[in-house]
């Protein structure tokens, strides 16, 4: 297993072995000591599973103390681009944000530690994203940050004019400086 650092300080990219021949393929999505290892001591305590459509965009949603979720997802069918923005308002990074292509084809998960807002855009007919999370939901921790935010920049690859398809909840969500105003930070 390949894991390395993002843009940011705390998200990582991890990329299993895999090991292919004509029945298929086979690789190993997660192993407690090598995560361990890698991040610190983590127990998960939910497995979440989504499927969305072309042009759907969930997110960006973070979890705020005292259930702060940290996540570690995939995207076991389709592709998506999976995007992090530094929620940490004593970080040197809070604010920024950094994303990947998950796919079926690449294997790739990315770890969301604890203080990040997390999103997805699907970039494929269909994607089906599978996700560990560190803490259960919780309506009351539960935050959302706007997707479209010229503060944070965020480099979505909207390929078409109609996209995003948003929940009311996600196309309602604050920009930063309203985040900031209301003192939201995990």
Known sequence: MKIESLSLVGPLL??????????????????????DQAVGPTRF?????SR???????GLHYQLPPQPQGKLVRCVRGEIFDVVVDMRRSSNSFGAWTGVYLSEYNYQQ???????????????????????????????????LRW???????TWPLLAA???FLSEKDAQAPFL?????ADLFA
């Open 52 to 58: 969305s459509s072309m042009g759907v965009l969930r």
């Open 14 to 35: 991890i990329t299993p072995q895999v090991f292919t021949d004509e029945r298929g393929f086979f690789l190993e999505s997660w192993n407690q000591q090598i995560f």
């Open 110 to 144: 990315i770890w969301v530690p604890a203080g990040f807002a997390h999103g997805f855009l699907t970039l494929s007919s269909e994607a089906e994203v599978l996700y560990k999370t560190t803490h259960s939901w919780s309506k009351l921790c539960e935050r959302s």
């Open 45 to 49: 305590v939910q497995d979440n599973h």
């Open 148 to 154: 479209d935010d010229p503060s944070l920049a965020i």
């Open 177 to 181: 400086n309203g985040v900031l105003e």
């Open 162 to 164: 109609s996209w995003p």
